[in-house]
């Protein structure tokens, strides 16, 4: 019952900027999107989360659309190292907290 | 930031046994944990939350008399995978979120349970 769709694979030429979409069209109103990557056998790591407002931090930007349907990921100027599987995650409310429900991400090829 | 310390990294075990994973919060308390299972090139699967003090809740479809899971302090949650089986080699990852800190849930290292 995962809630966000995105796509499978992307490739990036290092240096340049990373653009990942997803697609969360039935997000609730208070449910918040969360974006985590996942470098090969090593737990998630947290990159950024939003509600509805456009987002910046030192790792990355999260737009989110008005309409709030869909959100991009944006690596600014990806590196080697940023080759890993990005999650977008929307925050499911349930008895009293909150859970993840994980998609099934795009893997992200940066490429020299 | 917060930690989530997982413990063993590895783990081999032979048919039959039980195994016990753990996850500790090292800077922070946490009244609930998460586990999760991911098998190659899939995504995670939410397996079961785990409530300090009280019985973890599972998700569909994933047995609670297989998995068990104690959270019996703030900072600690251990999954047991009793009589474990091929099938039940997988990657399992803890999370738990700090609830002072202003970001998601921070999620464990990981254990690679191979059953032979």
């Known amino acids: 019952d995962a809630k966000t769709t995105q796509p499978p694979s992307m490739d990036c030429a290092e240096g340049r900027a990373a653009n990942l979409p997803c697609n969360h069209s039935?997000?609730?109103?208070?449910?918040?999107v969360y974006w985590y990557r996942q470098i090969h056998s090593q737990g998630p790591q947290y990159i950024i989360h939003?509600?509805?407002n456009n987002e910046t931090n030192e790792m990355a930007s999260l737009i989110i659309t008005e309409d709030r349907k869909s959100s991009t990921l944006i690596l600014p100027h990806a590196t080697l190292r940023d080759t890993a599987v990005y999650y977008c995650?929307?925050?499911?409310?349930?008895?009293?907290?909150?859970?993840?429900?994980f998609g099934t991400g795009t893997r992200l090829k940066v490429l020299a | 930031g917060a930690v989530v310390s997982q413990h063993p990294s590895r783990v081999i075990c032979k048919s039959g046994t039980s195994v016990k994973i753990e996850c500790r919060s090292l800077?922070?308390?946490?009244?609930?944990m998460f586990w999760y299972r991911q098998f190659p090139k899939q995504s995670l699967m939410l397996m079961a939350t785990?409530?300090?003090?009280?019985?973890?809740?599972?998700e569909q479809g994933v047995e609670k008399d297989k998995f068990l899971i104690n959270h019996a302090s703030l900072t600690l949650s251990t999954l047991t995978v009793t009589s474990a089986h091929p099938e039940d080699s997988s990657f399992y990852i803890c999370?738990?979120?700090?609830?002072?800190?202003?970001?998601?849930?921070?999620f464990g290292s990981g254990t690679r349970l191979t059953v032979v």
């Open positions: 995650i929307v925050r499911v409310a349930t008895s009293g907290t909150y859970k993840y429900i």
């Open positions: 785990s409530n300090e003090g009280s019985k973890a809740t599972y």
């Open positions: 800077d922070f308390q946490a009244t609930t």
């Open positions: 999370s738990a979120r700090d609830g002072v800190a202003n970001y998601g849930y921070t």
């Open positions: 939003g509600l509805k």
């Open positions: 039935t997000i609730s109103g208070n449910e918040y």
